[in-house]
């Protein structure tokens, strides 16, 4: 570590990072108008900013100071905070450039050093990224170790294992066996093992010992995270509910990115604090909530703003989503007192991990739980664990359960996919029908 | 003479063979045949894609798009049910949307293929998973006769010596088969039963010495050989595949010679972590490029033929590496795309052709 690293770092962590913030509030005095269609805005939103944009502001002086990971958003990242290793969420990074619609022009870099436009654009948007240097964000770390996991898809090894080979840097992959029926004694040991077997490796890498105890504190600090998350879900099962889905997909990055630190636990305390008075106090999140939706997959991240406003128009609320819950899902199965075979069940288990028939069942409860109207489910190009399977999804849950559902054919974020005329013509038949249906 | 894949099956199966329809591509084909359970593996089942449109979006890979069209139809030959083994997101998802939405009146199987790095947490995984697959397979079947599995295990192993000795003929040109017939020969294991395939390798003709070719020589790199087609235009311009990196073929099968099985157990697992690197199994990359290089040197190939299949993910991410040290060395690379159709367009027709004029200059100089 460098001394000289050291004092830049902490002089922008207790110096710079506030000043940045102060020029960012400075800036948004003016806030944009809110549509009539909306309820007023979380104040949350304020501070959800703040802790983003310092944890990307700080990345940039850390090198010399920590060592840098790339992580995948379902690795277990509580090893490595135990190593005080700096992470940066590449998916997180990918879904910020394609909510700015820049994803084309960062998955066109990849396109033109010689990947596939087949391939999906959160890995595509970062490898141009990779290969360019340029990021939205400023600047990002080169990292010193990729973590990743195939408990979301195989893609993220096949990715990683790109970028461990451009950087000639290591790679620790967590093998996440696919759940067809239930996880396995095999399937736990296997993955409790492979933490344990990381260990040696974390402390080379990070030149730091592993302790236990901080371990452990980690671990309940990111357990009691994912609690608080989950309640804020659970929460919007209030009517009128006092947040959308998208407003939830904003939010999802603290528990996505910064799991197990502090920082993430107080801001969901903030969250749901506010969460509660609103419920308490009636206020939604749209102005007058008439009907309930539930969203499959991955946001469109160039198109939030439009869905959001569309839906909102339409007196449309989505109130849950598969997506924002895979964070709260499996957190039950945390134990501190048993961590590696706790978290090889949490991890192990979540949804894009799990088989179809557990997916139809937790759709089916949420679809209740939320008293939910209508279904919007997301195809995208990018995401074959989750897409693969959505049509005979949607026809029995449509059978079942009787409710109107669209399914649209686009991407996270590659915006390029995007095909407006198609679109528009689908979610408005999808409205007639969920406004006939009630009317009948 | 091969016999051919309906007939064959049709003929086993109203002899009473059980037969059992496995998708691609790793898994353990000992085990099934100690239950007396013939595998027939889909990859690429011809016709019109009809139904399948209505359970899978447009971008997804034709072989999954066709095996599942294969298996909506409720085929006679396949009667003992189906196997998925664990090898990419699609074939991973295709296996839980058959078993739990859409529902076949056969039983379905999977198999867990380890990914990534191997080492020796991987390998007692694997034993696990194969002993859990054999309690599957007890429990509709009964127990498995031990006796049953090493000689299988034995049969395994001779046919995978008959390869490995007919590949590297192959390789040397001792080999008298056109890229047609070589590639027929090796997609037979996909459905003969595992003593009819020894039979027939064993009277593969193999030259003492090495024919004097003139014609220039390619590595085929990929999931499945090109098409017929394909292969039967390389003849055609004098073009010899001689040797392969295709996860259907030399991908599944060990890197080098075995000694004879003692323990079928450690025999299963031993086969399983010799195989060659492959993207499928999240390997690394040097390794696969190794294990390229060691081929093209070993072969003496001019070029290499990439043949992806469309929406192929592992593929896709290896490929632009692999094609760009490939580039760097000056070695000549072609890439063709496949949706798996028997018929070459006219463009990849003239891709081909100047292609091999490349590789021909190479044998010239």
Known sequence: MSIRAEIKYKIMKDYGAPALMALQEFKRRKPRPIPEAFGPPLESNKRLKEILSRHYFLSRYVPGV???????????????????????????????????????????????????????????IDLGHMLSGKTPAGKLPKPDLLFCSNNICQTVLYWYKAIAHELDIPLIHFD?????????????????????????????????????????????????????????????????????????????????????????????????????????????????????????????????????????????NFVTATYTNAWAETTGYLDVKDPWTSMAKTYGQIILNNNLKHRLELMKKMIKTYAVDGMVMHSTRSCKPYSVGQFDLRKALTADLDLPAVILDADIADERVWSEQQIHTRLEAFCETLEGSRNA | ??????????????????????????????????????????????????????????????IVKR?????????????????????????????????????????????????????TTTTTYYRDILQNFQSSLETSYGPLDSEKLLTACVLSHKIDSHLITIQHARMTDQLPLSNSEFFKLMRAQEYLLPKDYLSLLEQVDILDQPAKTTGARLLVSGILPPTPEILEFLDELG?????????????????FPMDPPTSALDYLTDRFFILPPCSTRGGDLDERLYHLSKLMNESQVQGLLFDIVKFCEPELFDHRL?????????????????????????????????????LFDMVVT
């Open chain 1, 66 to 124: 920590k060592k840098v990971a790339w992580v995948t958003s379902g690795a277990p990242v509580e090893l490595l905070r135990a190593f005080d290793f700096y992470t940066i969420y590449p998916e997180n990074h990918s879904a910020l450039i394609g909510a700015k619609k820049q994803g084309a022009d960062y998955c066109g870099i990849a396109e033109g050093s010689g990947f596939s436009q087949d391939l999906c654009s959160y890995a595509r």
């Open chain 1, 176 to 316: 996440a066996p696919f759940v067809t029926t239930e996880q396995t004694e095999a399937d736990i040991t296997y993955m409790a093992q492979q933490l344990q077997d990381m260990i040696p490796i974390l402390e080379r890498v990070s030149q730091r010992v592993f302790y236990l105890d901080v371990f452990e504190d980690i671990l309940k600090c990111s357990m009691e995270t994912s609690q608080t998350w989950g309640a804020i879900l659970d929460a919007m099962k209030a009517q009128p509910a006092p947040m959308t889905i998208f407003d939830a997909f904003g939010h999802l990055a603290p528990i996505v990115s910064l799991r197990g630190f502090p920082v993430a636990q107080d801001y969901y305390h903030i969250l749901m604090e506010e969460v509660e008075t609103r419920v308490t106090q009636g206020i939604g999140a749209i102005s007058d909530e008439r009907y309930r939706l539930i969203w499959d997959n991955i946001a469109i991240w160039y198109k939030v703003r439009f869905l959001a406003t569309f839906f909102a128009e339409r007196k449309m």
């Open chain 2, 1 to 62: 003479m091969i016999p051919a894949r309906s007939e064959y099956l049709k003929e086993l199966a109203q002899s009473g063979q059980k037969i059992m329809g496995v998708l691609p591509a790793l898994y353990p084909r000992e085990l099934l045949w100690a239950f007396d359970i013939h595998t027939a593996e889909i990859w690429d089942p011809p016709g019109e894609i009809l139904h399948a449109n209505a359970h899978l979006q447009t971008t997804i890979c034709p």
């Open chain 2, 67 to 119: 095996s599942l069209e294969f298996i909506l139809k409720e085929p006679d030959v396949i009667n003992a049910g189906y196997l998925f083994p664990h090898t990419c997101d699609s074939l991973q998802n295709l296996g839980t949307q058959v078993k739990d939405l859409i529902g076949v009146s056969l039983p379905v199987y999977t198999f867990y293929n380890p990914k990534g790095s191997f080492n």
């Open chain 2, 239 to 255: 073009v010899s595949v001689v040797a392969d990196d295709l996860l259907a073929v030399s991908r599944r099968i060990p890197k």
């Open chain 2, 322 to 358: 692999l094609v760009k040290t490939l580039r760097e060395r000056n070695i000549p690379v072609l890439t063709l795309e496949t949706e798996l159709h028997n018929h070459i367009s006219g463009q990849d027709k003239t891709r081909i052709e100047a292609f091999t004029e490349l």
